[in-house]
């Protein structure tokens, strides 16, 4: 079953691109993991579904408004929505094959196997054991238990791993002509936090009492380490 959906995946990615609705980005030059440009009827796509979801979500009533905020937003709100100590995933990487990997993503894909060979008490005290580790940002403990349930590293097959370390999501640029007069911004990981700071000026200037509705269409950055899956997750994306 599993053989067949990765070919069914397969068939519609290649299907994506023969007929102008998706391609990798920069393809030219060996493209770009996880980046995609849309094509001429994907674009038309994309445009009807933002249109649509904008007429039924702001158009058609009254007590929802539009927003457009800025990419680039003051890093204090990503300090304060705590983005910048929290938006963060577990990676842990090869020493052989160079390869990195989410720690939890391997510690998931050894229960998965556990529970498909039978073994439901050990699946169920990894995941317990994994829960409690994330949940108290014990990253040493998730390093052990991948050592412990012998987790190997899917391209070199040897298990000398690195410690495990948090690997913030946000994408980080320099704001300013100057290098020495620069400040560190971020490219925004979501749209929601403009639909924040805004909320006062929004009910100010629209006149709307609580409770009322902001909506948003807009891009999106995250510097995810495994991307996988197509247009379903991507480093650039639209949010609505």
Not at 207 to 236: L, T, Y
Request: charged share 30%.
């Amino acid at each position: 079953m599993a053989k067949n959906n990765d070919e069914l995946f397969k068939n519609v990615i290649s299907h994506a691109k023969e007929y102008g609705f998706v391609f990798p980005s920069s393809e030219i030059y060996d493209g770009l993991s996880a980046v995609y440009d849309y094509g001429e009827y994907g674009a038309e796509l994309k445009n009807n579904i933002k249109s649509y979801w904008w007429k039924s979500m702001v158009q058609m009533n009254e007590n929802i408004v539009g927003l457009d905020s800025a990419i680039f937003m003051h890093p204090k709100i990503w300090k304060a929505s705590g983005h910048v100590d929290g938006f963060n995933d577990p990676m842990i990487d090869n020493k052989d094959s160079k390869k990195r990997y989410r720690a939890d993503q391997l510690l998931e894909d050894k229960i998965a196997k556990y529970e498909k060979d039978g073994k439901t008490a050990k699946a169920e005290k990894l995941q317990a054991d994994m829960d409690a580790a994330l949940k108290s940002d014990n990253l040493n403990q998730l390093r052990d238990l991948i050592i412990e349930h012998e987790i190997a590293c899917p391209v070199s097959g040897t298990r000398n791993w690195t410690d495990v370390r948090q690997f913030n999501l946000m994408f980080s640029t320099q704001f300013g002509a100057m290098a020495e007069g620069s400040e560190e911004v971020y490219l925004r990981p979501e749209t929601a936090q403009g639909i924040f700071v805004n909320f006062l000026n929004v009910q100010k200037t629209a006149r709307m009492k609580i409770p009322f509705g902001i909506a948003q269409i807009g891009k999106a950055f995250r510097n995810e380490v495994i991307a996988r899956q197509f247009i379903m997750r991507m480093r650039e994306f639209e949010q609505m």
